[in-house]
């Protein structure tokens, strides 16, 4: 079965850090190009980050450039959002997605249920 | 602001069709076949619906459908079942600085 499981989500004050996990299962990972989109609550969806299938492409959304890394490992099947500095606007849902192409944008046709990050002091 | 514009809302009765726009521009919708469409109900997850502007997964319906004509993008639901009832989001890829872009999204009533 393909899934995505995200996890490393919780409370976290103004200002500090925090990092989130993403476990890949049934496909495979490294052919593939994945995001990161978050929904805060009661709004619409957000594109975050996505990394291209070796790493060599990386992109950030406007909102989170200079404060947000987004990494993988193939190895271990798994991709990574480090989160530095955070604000009060960074609260959502967080959703780990996969590329529906080997390309490097396309569209998301796998997404994991969602890790809740709340920024709040 | 979202850079995709959508409608907040449409509605129709089962067995009828509904379209749902999403208007950007040369940078994005219109300069590129990467639109795609998802559905999310209530506490779910979103589920990719329609890609590469017009192209359906496997296990979509072939009731649901998408095209693009200059820089809007439109998805059309025919045969309107209750269990459509749901939040829709477009979305593309941008050459601007961020990567890429999702519209504000449409809730979809089924009266």
């Known amino acids: 079965e393909v899934q995505l499981v995200e996890s490393g989500g919780g409370l976290v004050q103004p200002g500090r850090s925090l990092r989130l996990s993403c476990a890949a299962s049934g496909f495979t990972f490294d052919d593939y190009a994945m995001h990161w989109v978050r929904q805060a609550p009661g709004k619409g969806l957000e594109w975050v980050s996505g990394?291209?299938?070796?790493?060599?492409?990386?992109g950030y959304a406007d909102s989170v450039k200079g404060r947000f890394t987004i990494s993988r490992d193939n190895a271990k099947n798994s991709l990574y959002l480090q989160m530095n500095s955070l604000r009060a606007e960074d609260t959502a849902l967080y959703y780990c997605?996969?590329?529906?192409?080997?390309?490097?944008?396309?569209?998301?046709?796998?997404w994991g249920q969602g890790t809740m990050v709340t920024v709040s002091s | 602001q979202s850079a995709l514009t959508q409608p907040a809302s449409v509605s129709g009765s089962p067995g009828q069709s509904i379209t749902i726009s999403c208007t950007g521009t040369s940078s994005d919708v219109g300069g590129y076949n990467y639109v795609s469409w998802y559905q999310q109900h209530p506490g779910k997850a979103p589920k990719l619906m329609i890609y590469e502007v017009s192209n359906r997964p496997s296990g979509v319906s072939n009731r649901f459908s998408g095209s693009k004509s200059g820089n809007t993008a439109s998805l059309t639901i025919s045969g309107l079942q209750a269990e459509d009832e749901a939040d829709y989001y477009c979305s593309s890829y941008t050459s601007s600085s961020t990567l890429g872009v999702f519209g504000g999204g449409t809730k979809l009533t089924v009266l």
């Open positions: 990394i291209s299938w070796n790493s060599g492409s990386i």
């Open positions: 997605a996969k590329d529906y192409s080997s390309g490097w944008f396309d569209a998301f046709d796998i």
